[in-house]
T-cell receptor, first 112, second 115 residues
Framework: DQQVKQNSPSLSVQEGRISILNCDYTNSMFDYFLWYKKYPAEGPTFLISISSIKDKNEDGRFTVFLNKSAKHLSLHIVPSQPGDSAVYFCAATVGTASKLTFGTGTRLQVTL | DTGVSQNPRHKITKRGQNVTFRCDPISEHNRLYWYRQTLGQGPEFLTYFQNEAQLEKSRLLSDRFSAERPKGSFSTLEIQRTEQGDSAMYLC?????????????FGPGTRLTVL
């Protein structure tokens, strides 16, 4: 049972434009959400997180939006840069339990 | 401090052999996690420690797998009698639990290939 889903395996965006990566979840107990970026042969790198008590969190070029009623979150990258090309994973966790449940990832390619 | 480190980075072994991986967390991080990632999938939780206590194990962690974190510092993950299905990237992460949520920081992983 895939509790965290990233339905777009890949996304291509031009440099300078907005990248929007989407994530859906089914477990209503999830209350903390994170986005990680992964380059080949490296471990995931933490990008940004959001608690379920918020609907938006912003950090520089990265903004995460959470729609609890739709069980949906999205990561916006503005403006997109070639160095943003990587695989992006959405992850979720429940309260004091710390194990992360990951989606399958979306490969973002930012073209010149 | 340079982050979470894992050794070895790559391991090739024959089916039936035992392998052991090591993870050194970020200094003073009290939580340490192991995940496994296969091709085309996201990381899957295996187990985690708070200090030296192993608090949770996934059902993915069969009897052939054992993890330890002596003295609450580094951790080892051992796989006995390896099978080809064990081929994967094994990721370690650490965090400092200070509130009801914490952020996990990952190491570079150990890629295991079982022939």
């Amino acid at each position: 049972d895939q509790q965290v889903k990233q339905n777009s395996p890949s996304l291509s965006v031009q440099e300078g434009r907005i990248s929007i990566l989407n994530c859906d979840y089914t477990n209503s107990m999830f209350d903390y959400f994170l986005w990680y970026k992964k380059y080949p042969a490296e471990g995931p790198t933490f990008l940004i997180s959001i608690s379920s008590i918020k609907d938006k969190n912003e950090d520089g070029r990265f903004t995460v939006f959470l729609n609890k009623s739709a069980k949906h979150l999205s990561l916006h990258i503005v403006p997109s840069q070639p160095g943003d090309s990587a695989v992006y994973f959405c992850a979720a966790t429940v309260g004091t339990a710390s194990k992360l449940t990951f989606g399958t990832g979306t490969r973002l390619q930012v073209t010149l | 401090d340079t982050g979470v480190s894992q050794n070895p980075r790559h391991k090739i072994t024959k089916r039936g052999q035992n392998v052991t991986f090591r993870c050194d967390p970020i200094s003073e991080h009290n939580r340490l996690y192991w995940y496994r990632q296969t091709l085309g999938q996201g990381p899957e939780f295996l187990t985690y420690f708070q200090n030296e206590a192993q608090l949770e194990k996934s059902r993915l962690l069969s009897d052939r797998f054992s993890a330890e974190r002596p003295k609450g510092s580094f951790s080892t993950l051992e796989i006995q009698r390896t099978e080809q299905g064990d081929s994967a990237m094994y990721l370690c992460a650490s965090s400092l639990r200070v509130s009801s949520t914490d952020t996990q920081y990952f190491g570079p992983g150990t890629r295991l290939t079982v022939l």
